[in-house]
């Protein structure tokens, strides 16, 4: 009880200072909504680049179907939203991805990582999208850490902000719960880190802590 009660507490400061005008609150959303990409019509971000192609992570789960087997070709899609416009269909290719979870496993090993030739943006005249990096991996988030996200529940890319309710060693968990259409997409604080990927509509992400763990288990660098 005195637990749920400091924690009522919290949440209810914490949207107090969410109300209030706030330059980087502001730059947040702007940066959240500017490296937001839409993976087969759920949600995904732009994490790192190099000179010749960008590279979109987003939810294991996302980019397998029922049978666990990798969408390809044009089944595996991408859109980017800017100025309330929306791209045509781009069509990256798969570079790693994990999707094994279970009550006996967790339900945090689930992730993808895409690349899209930069060749593309300049051929349809689409904006680049911004970079938005992961949180330093020195550093655990925290509890009671506003954030913002943005997906794709429904025919358009939204954002919803709330807080990350508790920490633990793999995963995150925030509050308001998202919506079915949002897997993929970036919890990002106000500082402009991300702090998890969602993956369930019960508000569980994958924490920043453990995809440093899975990136480098598949030996691949977040740049």
């Known amino acids: 009880m005195f637990r749920k009660t400091v924690f009522g ?48 992570m987003t939810a294991g789960h996302v980019v397998v179907d029922n049978d666990k087997e990798v969408y390809k070709g044009k089944d ?35 992730l993808a990582l895409l690349k899209l030739d930069k060749e593309w943006f300049v051929r349809t005249k689409t904006p680049k999208p911004q970079i938005i990096h992961l949180l330093d991996r020195k550093i655990k988030p925290k509890s009671a850490t506003p954030f913002v996200t943005f997906g794709s529940p429904g025919p358009w890319l939204s954002a919803y902000s709330g807080l990350v309710r508790s920490v633990h060693p793999n995963h995150i968990m925030i509050y308001p719960v998202p919506k079915r259409g949002r897997s993929g997409s970036a919890v990002v604080d106000y500082e402009g880190n991300v702090l998890g990927v ?22 691949i660098k977040n740049t």
């Open 9 to 56: 507490i919290v949440l209810a400061l914490s949207c107090y200072a969410m109300a209030q005008p706030s330059v980087a609150r502001a730059k947040a959303w702007g940066l959240a909504y500017n490296s937001a990409a839409e993976v087969r019509g759920s949600g995904g971000f732009v994490v790192s680049e190099n000179e010749t192609h960008y590279f979109i």
């Open 76 to 110: 595996l899609w991408v859109r980017f939203y800017s100025a309330g416009t929306i791209s045509i269909s781009a069509y990256p290719t798969l570079i790693w991805h994990i999707y094994d979870t279970g009550p006996d496993k967790g339900y945090y090993n689930d």
């Open 198 to 219: 969602v993956l369930r509509t019960n508000g569980l992400c994958v924490s920043s802590t453990h995809i440093y763990e899975l990136l480098d288990a598949a030996k």
